[in-house]
Every structure is written in structure tokens, then in C-alpha cells.
């Protein structure tokens, strides 16, 4: 089965590429393929013996002479993702794979938060963190979780100025600590906002 993804935001469309194929799959770059490698990639079978292979082709669409040629190889019995950053959705080979069936998703940059709403989820954890969560989860979809970070940092920063007490100081170390967490772990960067939210209410 091929699937197609491609969009500004990387983080959802990789997430898109592990459900679809895994965490164990081939990858292939665009730029180093040629149009001879296209019958092994889509037909051929693993060197491992696997009758169903799981393969992911980045940015085919930087390789005209090999992106024109995939129309011929849209039905395949493996698993093969073709991600790239912008599609034209004007081009013959987009079409062909619309007429094909072919599942594709395309997933557009998530919008910058509102520094208002932020400060208010902000206010809201401080006071009551389940409830903050909530507010967070009615925009989380269509926001980017490290500029919410950003502005919630930049919110914690401006409570110290206006108040440094020792509330203000805790939620700021509280802040550096995701700082870190959100850098070093590969838990989702929305579980850990609302980790803590949930959290800040008992400084």
C-alpha cells in the first residue's frame, strides 16, 4: 500500500509515518535515487526475506526524473511512505495518485498561540491545573506545542518581574525543568505541558 504525506509540520507527519509503517523500516532518499531503483523499491522483495517490506522515500519531489516516473509504480503490495515537504497538487503525478486511491494527508503548519490564551491557560494552572488542561486541550490540535512553551516561559518570566516572590521563583525553576524535559525526552511535548499545568497549582 503506498501512503503520501507532506506539510510544514514535520512533527505530525513523522508521527503519521511511524503508524503507518512502524519503527523498524527501510528509508531512501530522494536525491540519491534513480529511476532503475524504483521496480526494486516498489516489486522487489527484502534481502531478509520478508514478503512485506516497510519503506519510507523522502523528498521523491527533489528528484524530477524519479518523482515524474512514480505513477507507474502507485499499486505495490508492500508498505511504502513517500513524505515529502510540498506537493503540487497541480502536477500529473498528484493526480494520478487521486485517481489511484492512493491515501495521502497532508498536515499544514500549526498556527503561532495567542499570548493572550496563553497567559490565561497560565492564570488558570496557577490556580486551578485541571482545569487549565482542558483550556490547553481545545487548541492543541491546531497549535505548535514549543511556541506555547516559548510564550508560557516568556508569561513566567514577566509574573517574576512584576511579583518576585517566592512563587514566582518556583514556577520559573518549575519552567527551566520543562525547558530541559521538553529537549532530552521523547515524551510527547503536549503531555508534558499538561504535566505541568496539572502541576504548577501546588507551588
Known amino acids: ?17 511511524k503508524r503507518a509503517l512502524g519503527t523498524d523500516y527501510e528509508v531512501f532518499e530522494g536525491e ?6 524504483l521496480p526494486s ?11 512485506k517490506r516497510q519503506i519510507l522515500l523522502k523528498e521523491l519531489g527533489e528528484n524530477k526524473e524519479v518523482w515524474e516516473k512514480i505513477s507507474d509504480y502507485l499499486q505495490t503490495d508492500h508498505d511504502v511512505v513517500i513524505w515529502e515537504s510540498k506537493l503540487d497538487k497541480r502536477s500529473v503525478v498528484y493526480k494520478a495518485m487521486q485517481t489511484a486511491g492512493v491515501q495521502m494527508q497532508e498536515f499544514p503548519a500549526r498556527a503561532n498561540p495567542d499570548a493572550k490564551v496563553v497567559f490565561n491557560i497560565l492564570d488558570m494552572a496557577l490556580r486551578n491545573g485541571p482545569q487549565a488542561v482542558k483550556m490547553v ?20 518570566i514577566k509574573k517574576l518581574e512584576y511579583r518576585s516572590g517566592t512563587r514566582e521563583k518556583q514556577l520559573l525553576k518549575a519552567l527551566a525543568d520543562l525547558d530541559m524535559q521538553m529537549k532530552t525526552t521523547s515524551v ?5 505541558l499538561k504535566s505541568f499545568l496539572l502541576s504548577v497549582s501546588q507551588l
Open 1 to 17: 500500500m503506498l501512503s503520501v504525506f507532506w506539510g510544514e509540520n514535520r512533527l505530525e507527519a513523522e508521527k503519521a509515518v
Open 41 to 51: 523499491i516498489f516489486q522487489g522483495t527484502s534481502l531478509f526475506g520478508a514478503e
Open 32 to 37: 540519491n535515487l534513480t529511476v532503475a531503483d
Open 188 to 192: 510527547e511535548p503536549w503531555l508534558l
Open 137 to 156: 486541550e481545545k487548541i492543541e490540535l491546531e497549535q505548535d506545542p514549543y511556541m506555547f512553551f516559548g510564550l508560557l516561559a516568556s508569561q513566567g
